[in-house]
């Protein structure tokens, strides 16, 4: 592989994750104007991600799980996504902390696509995070082939 299609690999690449990444935080950022209506925890827990043939749990193989109803036009739904890039699991305890059951959450929904509500809209920093290293790897890539094309 040449220097210029080796540059042009890594600006698909950035490019598709730039893309994909972009469009999903446009919509976190899009969240935090989405209406609000009143929900309701009815379940909360830490949940194991232990992958198959292991036994114990490492930093990292948790994650909460509250589940919450809520109303909107007389139609009734519900969703578990607390974060839109989900919750460390180093936060889970905290998080269930703030959601016992029973407690009444307020749930931002797409008033395009009423099934789909969180609880704390708003951009998230892992998704910040893959954006710019799509616009990184872009301005690498570009670097890279304007440096490979001046040696040529």
Do not use: K
Request: glycine share 10%; charged share 20%; hydrophobic share 45%.
């Amino acid at each position: 592989m040449t220097e210029q299609s080796t540059a042009l690999a890594v600006i698909a690449g950035s490019l598709y994750l730039l893309v994909r990444q972009g469009r999903i935080l446009r919509r976190e950022f899009a969240s935090r104007a989405w209406p609000r209506v009143p929900g309701r925890v009815v379940s909360a827990r830490i949940h194991a991600l232990i992958a198959p043939g292991r036994t114990t749990r490492m930093l990292g193989d948790v994650e909460p799980i509250v589940w919450v109803e809520y109303e909107v036009h007389g139609t009734r739904y519900g969703t578990s996504d607390v974060r839109w890039a989900g919750v460390p699991a180093w936060a889970a305890a905290r998080t269930l902390a703030r959601y016992p059951v029973g407690r009444t959450v307020s749930v931002a929904y797409d008033p395009a696509a009423p099934n789909c509500g969180v609880l704390e809209p708003g951009p998230t920093l892992p998704r910040c995070a893959e954006v710019a290293i799509g616009l990184g790897g872009v301005s690498l890539g570009l670097a890279w082939l304007l440096s490979a094309g001046a040696r040529v």
